[in-house]
């Protein structure tokens, strides 16, 4: 079976999951779970059959993403948005502990204390495959 094919599969188990969602009487937890599963599957399938249709589409295509231009806007288009990530969890830290709700701002916090390790480490490894 072809690669691309695999991702139809992908639309199958989102027919699944929305059935499930629908018609089995889980507990509202379970439902929000599975909706965060088909959310999940459905992107991820509908992105990669979108790219294979591009590519089978535009020669070019493909050597335009790769271009060192274009790689080097999505690198910094990255770094800005983790940046602004960070400035987010901050700000929702800051205004968590404003209101006097601690178990989300101790989930922020460590959200924001974790993501430049992640990065750090991500970059470590992505360092040594290359």
Do not use: H
Not at 58 to 65: K, Q, Y
Not at 105 to 112: K, N, S
Request: charged share 20%; net charge neutral.
């Amino acid at each position: 079976m072809k690669r691309t094919k695999l991702w139809y599969l992908g639309y199958a188990a989102c027919a699944a999951l929305l059935l499930l969602i629908a018609f089995a009487d889980f507990p509202k937890g379970v439902d929000v779970g599975l909706a965060c599963a088909f959310g999940a599957l459905f992107g991820v399938s509908y992105a990669e059959l979108w790219y294979a249709k591009q590519v089978k589409k535009d020669e070019s295509f493909e050597i335009e993403v790769e271009d060192e231009r274009n790689v080097q806007i999505k690198y910094r288009a990255g770094y800005l948005a983790c940046g602004i990530d960070m400035a987010l969890f901050g700000l929702a830290t800051v205004i968590f502990i404003i209101l006097d709700y601690t178990l989300p701002a101790v989930i922020t916090g460590v959200m924001l204390a974790v993501q430049p390790l992640i990065l750090i480490l991500a970059s470590n490894a992505i360092g040594k495959r290359i």
